[in-house]
């Protein structure tokens, strides 16, 4: 066993031309642009939109639908309005 191929040039463990940072190193970011955030931070998104992340609830306001939903709801009327003027009332007649 003393015919041993020769070593080809380069680093030990890689291919000829390989110049990799060592995995301790983080990877270098182009001039420029500012260091990736960490991913325990939430990204920051445009002005005026909420935070990414756990949603506390707000007082009076349900997170989700109530299964049952209301059978009527409280800003419309109970009786459709009179589809005639009441007496009284000048008549509309178009101009």
Do not use: F, K, R, V
Not at 18 to 26: A, G, N, Q, R, V
Not at 60 to 66: A, I, K, M, V
Request: glycine residues 10%.
């Amino acid at each position: 066993m003393t015919d041993q191929p020769a070593p080809l040039p380069g680093p030990p463990g890689g291919l000829p031309g390989d110049s990799l940072p060592p995995p301790s190193e983080p990877p270098m970011t182009p001039p420029g642009q500012p260091p990736t955030a960490p991913p325990t931070e939430p990204p920051i998104g445009p002005p005026g939109t909420p935070p990414t992340g756990p949603i506390e609830p707000i007082p009076g306001h349900p997170q989700e639908p109530s299964p049952e939903p209301d059978p009527e709801p409280a800003t419309e009327p109970l009786q459709p309005p009179p589809a005639e003027p009441p007496p009284g009332a000048p008549p509309t007649t178009p101009y």
